[in-house]
């Protein structure tokens, strides 16, 4: 609730609960800002009464701790800073733990420092925090327009003004504080007397910490700042209902007199002392009874020092500690077991409670790391019981407290053992709130691998499989693994971090992973916003992945390609990172320098594409598409075999060389060219027959052969469209033969795109065409096939019966067949640096004209109907209704204008019609139009915004796209180009003692990324603050 500290005017609205004249209930509004709620009552209301306006009325929330404030309200004199922060850090420790903060509820001393703190947290963090202000209505400005009389005079508008000012030491009434979120007001029918709602109040506390629904009492303690006569009976009464008190020395008042006794023993507390201590703090006493009087509650205040926290206010720091010494007062109960208070700090989600009550536990031994964080040696094992811990880490799982599931981590928790037996797995597998499946199915099913929404018994398999792990003995990186997945998948995104640091293997896998999730997630969601957020966390994890992967290729590019192209296994899927990061259009990372290095590898094969000197580029291409054509000519490619045996020859002559048992002068005669001998060349090449089959086993061989009997195909195609559908032309030998031809080469297509729906990984056959399906390339090829055999079928019947019209329809769908297969050749280039991303450019360019056609399609559709009907009112022909309502306007787009029929003049010469409409019809002349002066203008107007204005718009469109793709024109070409060769489905199986070695280094490259990241992050951020500090010296502006 965000409400203006000056304005001093609120809008208080009231109506009546349940026919009691005592019992009103309302709101105040502040200028406009979102109301606080307010009841007015009875002192004797009974707590059930008020638990039912809280709970019920108000739907407040059922709280984690109660800070009970009591202090001074007149003379409240506290330094400006140490004011502040005192209240930032009171609000603190009551956001933090999910608690309430109950006051006197007036705009004066210690209820105001409240309020205004309230205040300040809503208004920087835009969240909640609940202030219940406790007041005596008597004492309260304005009492006649609280009353019945006012709101019946009211009650049409309901609203009246009520004056809020700040009062002072004469002042007998007082102000509700604008800041608090809910009031409750005590009516007992006395005027400007203070301290009526105390009775009332501690009523209230009792009844809300002892009735809690699931049967636990709520923690509450009470904080003592300055105070006068009315805070010492209060502390005086909660010291003896058990609550633990915290006192602020030196905030004056009661407070410094109870901290200045709490440090003397019991027999020296006085009256003598009291008197001192109450001159020293400036408050005055009348008669010698009501120091006596003083002296018997504080002395009985001392006799349970045990639950009272002295807490020093010497600085802001001390200061800001406060709210930690609020929560740890509570926790000071002898009865209260280490396992309890840790429940306490879970409840509330403070770490750093939880972290000194397991230091304070007796039996801990610290262990410090390198970075002076305190960890516990298996310390869980001896708080709690295996059900224990699985309540608790169940508990911070579910309600997303990552410190505290850190906590147990970093604790050295033993969650292989502990989490995952005795059926606990299945905490994991509840299902998931936007299905029915529990979350290994939607695991397999967000990965796409193997589950189908219709495989019932390969899913429920997979679920067993998980659960019948918990029977064998299972690994922490596998457990960290499991809920890293759990967590992501129910979008619990700081959690999934938590296990994602605290894995020593698979960080790179596991980023991977968590992208195609998201993803996936993304993708399925339909709301806009939780969509974005899912997109935005798979663009951080592959952010994440990309920086890991740019790491590891510097260290050693070998081991990086191993990293990227090992079968993960049963870790993940049983599939490789390449494979998930392309299902998961992963640009960046399919786009990196280390898969592209490696996808370049394998498609060249053997054959060398870098070689220098002779082998230029345009020369190798021409002299690879000769080797094509010749294979005599393969021996003469360059071979990345023979440099690697070239160098690996250097590198043992060099040792040589260092042992001193060869002349580093014939080394040197070898570096300056003199090169090995013919026959060792010769010795040294494999048979003619393996050259040949490695050359054309070369996956960019056989994508040269592709294209170039594609372009065969077409030639013949076209030779056949243009010579071969005449008549009579299909029954010459030339064309019968060709037809055929094209015929069986038609159908050894179709039986290629039949091997690529087989190789699909997919369970049923359904599933693998619905994959196919959705690239737009099969679906090309699917419609040229179609339009091909029908064609193809109709000409062979014309030739036959030698039907015109059969014929006419044959040339149609082999011409629609034709231009199919000549857009098909746009896929086939698109692996080519330079016009793959042209092309990409020009498929995104293309949606931008869908939008234009449309916004055109309206305007022409009302030009052309309008100028139709007011020429030709007549015309009864549906074909040339259509040409001057559609296809004139259209080409009027063009330059092509009709000025002729639009400004038509009766007997000019520039358009040769007939005036007579029966005529017209039967000679076939066209129709005259009709004179009119409107139908010019209309078409200079539709020519404006046609040709002028969406044109432009056009342009503007496509200049948009291209400059939101050019700067990832690169990234979006290399991704499109990996899948469509589908290369990356090539996969490695290490041995194990391989595998481990790999993790090891791949763990170590990781936390080194991670490091110069905090550090560029940490460098950026004191930069920041240098260009800060730099702008606010005096004299910048």
């Not at 596991?510 to 993304?522: D, P, T």
């Not at 089959?693 to 009997?709: D, H, M, Q, R, T």
């Not at 159908?747 to 729906?757: G, K, T």
């Not at 024109?969 to 199986?989: H, N, P």
Request: charged content about 25%; hydrophobic content about 40%; some cysteine.
């Amino acid at each position: 609730m965000i409400r203006n500290s000056d304005n001093v005017e609120e809008n208080l609205i009231l109506t009546e609960l349940d026919g009691n004249s005592q019992t009103r209930y309302g709101q105040v509004r502040f200028n406009g800002d979102l109301p606080s709620q307010y009841v007015m009552l009875s002192p004797h209301t009974t707590p059930d009464e008020l638990r039912s306006i809280l709970y019920d009325k108000w739907g407040m929330h059922e709280p984690n701790v109660i800070i009970s404030v009591t202090g001074g309200a007149k003379n409240f004199k506290i330094r400006s800073s140490l004011a502040k922060e005192l209240g930032r850090s009171l609000v603190k420790a009551a956001v933090s733990t999910g608690g309430w903060i109950i006051t006197g509820g007036t705009y004066t001393g210690v209820m105001r420092l409240v309020g205004n703190a309230v205040h300040d947290h809503v208004v920087a963090n835009d969240s909640k925090a609940i202030a219940l202000g406790i007041a005596t209505f008597g004492v309260l400005n304005h009492q006649n327009d609280l009353r019945t009389e006012s709101v019946a005079k009211y009650r049409d508008q309901k609203c009246f003004h009520y004056a809020c000012k700040e009062s002072n030491e004469r002042d007998k009434l007082v102000s509700l504080d604008k800041h608090h979120s809910h009031f409750i007001l005590v009516d007992d029918g006395s005027k400007g007397e203070f301290g009526k709602e105390i009775e009332l109040r501690a009523r209230l506390e009792s009844q809300i910490a002892h009735f809690r629904q699931n049967g636990e009492a709520v923690p509450i303690v009470c904080l003592l700042v300055q105070g006068g006569t009315g805070s010492l009976q209060t502390v005086h009464d909660a010291l003896q209902q058990q609550t633990p008190v915290v006192i602020v020395t030196g905030s004056g008042g009661w407070a410094n007199v109870l901290a200045a006794v709490y440090k003397e023993p019991f027999s020296s507390v006085n009256e003598s002392v009291i008197a001192e201590l109450l001159t020293e703090v400036g408050i005055t006493y009348k008669k010698s009874e009501q120091l006596t009087a003083w002296t018997n509650l504080v002395r009985e205040c001392l006799m349970q020092k045990r639950l009272i926290t002295i807490f020093s206010m010497d600085n802001n720091n001390s200061v800001a500690d406060l709210d930690k010494a609020i929560l740890q007062a509570i926790l000071q109960d002898d009865q209260k077991t280490t396992k309890q208070n840790l429940k306490l700090a879970l409840s509330w989600n403070r770490r750093d409670i939880a972290d000194d009550i397991l230091m304070a536990h007796q039996d801990i031994k610290h262990v410090y790391e390198d970075d002076d964080e305190p960890g516990y040696d298996n310390l869980f094992d001896e708080i709690f019981t295996c059900k224990d811990i699985w309540e608790f880490f169940l508990t911070a799982l579910t309600e997303d407290k990552t410190d505290f599931i850190d906590l147990f981590l970093d604790g050295g928790l033993d969650i292989e053992q502990h989490l995952f037996k005795e059926g606990k797995i299945e905490a994991l597998n509840t299902p998931v709130e936007r299905n029915e499946w529990p979350y290994w199915r939607v695991y397999k099913s967000l990965l796409g691998i193997k589950c189908d929404e219709n495989d019932q018994n390969e899913c429920v398999a997979d679920t067993n499989r998980l659960r019948n792990r918990s029977s064998r003995k299972f690994s922490r990186e596998q457990a960290l693994r499991e809920f890293f997945k759990w967590a992501i998948i129910h979008n619990k995104q700081k959690t999934a971090e938590v296990f994602w640091n605290a894995m020593s293997k698979d960080k790179l896998a596991a980023s991977v992973v968590a992208h195609k999730i998201l993803s996936s997630l993304a993708e399925r969601s339909s709301h806009k916003e939780e969509s974005e957020c899912y997109a935005s966390h798979a663009e951080a994890y592959q952010t994440l992945a990309t920086g890991i992967l740019s790491k590891c290729y510097e260290h050693n590019p070998k081991h990086t390609v191993n990293l990227v192209t090992r079968n993960l296994e049963d870790n993940w899927g049983n599939v490789t990172c390449l494979q998930i990061a392309a299902s998961s259009d992963a640009r960046d990372f399919m786009s990196h320098r280390a898969v592209q290095s490696h996808l370049d590898d394998i498609w060249y094969g053997d054959v060398n594409k870098t070689a220098s000197g002779f082998w230029s580029l345009s020369f190798f291409w021409f002299h690879v598409i000769t080797c094509v054509f010749c294979p005599l000519l393969i021996p003469t490619l360059p071979s990345k075999k023979k440099k690697e045996t070239y160098l690996r020859s250097r590198t043992s002559e060099i040792r040589l060389i260092e042992d001193g048992q060869l002349n580093s002068n014939a080394l040197q005669v070898t570096i300056q060219g003199v090169k090995p001998s013919t026959k060792s060349i010769v010795h040294k090449m494999k048979s003619m027959k393996t050259k040949v089959l490695e050359f054309y086993g070369a996956p960019f061989v056989k994508f040269l052969c592709s294209v170039l009997a594609y372009l065969m195909f077409l030639l013949l195609n076209a030779t056949f469209l243009l010579r071969c559908t005449g008549t009579n032309e299909m029954n010459k030998p030339f064309c019968c033969r060709l037809s055929y031809l094209l015929l069986s080469w038609v159908i050894v297509l179709a039986m290629d795109e039949i091997r690529q729906i087989i190789c699909i990984r997919a369970i049923k056959v359904k599933r693998k065409i619905w994959v196919w399906l959705s690239r737009l390339s099969n679906q090309m090829d699917l419609a040229s096939f179609l339009f091909f055999i029908a064609g193809f079928a109709c000409l062979k019947i014309s030739a036959g019966n030698l039907d015109p019209l059969l014929r006419f329809r044959a040339r149609i769908l082999m011409a629609i067949a034709f231009v199919i297969y000549c857009l098909r050749v746009f896929s086939l280039f698109a692996v080519h640096a330079d016009l793959g991303p042209k092309l990409l450019m020009v498929s995104k360019m293309l949606k931008d004209l869908f939008f234009f056609l449309f916004i055109w399609a309206v305007i022409v559709v009302a030009y052309g109907v309008t100028s139709q009907a007011l020429l030709y009112p007549d015309e009864q022909n549906p074909k040339k209704t259509f040409i001057g309502a559609v296809y004139k306007p259209y080409w009027q787009l063009f330059g092509e204008l009709f000025l002729s029929e639009i400004d038509f003049k009766s007997g000019s010469d520039e358009f040769s019609c007939n005036a007579n409409v029966t005529r017209s019809l039967n000679d076939r002349i066209p129709q005259c139009p009709e004179e009119n002066a409107f139908v010019p203008i209309l078409s200079a107007i539709y020519m404006l915004l046609v040709n002028v204005l969406l044109l432009n718009l056009l342009i503007a469109m496509f200049s948009y796209t291209f400059e939101k793709l050019v700067d990832k024109t690169d990234a979006i070409w290399k991704f499109e180009t990996s899948v469509q060769l589908g290369i990356f489905f090539q996969e490695k199986r290490l041995e194990q003692t391989q595998t481990e070695n790999l993790l090891t280094w791949e763990h170590l490259r990781t936390e080194s990324y991670l490091e110069d990241k905090r550090m560029e992050e940490e460098n950026e951020t004191s930069t920041s603050a240098r260009e800060s500090k730099k702008n606010t010296l005096p004299g910048r502006r």
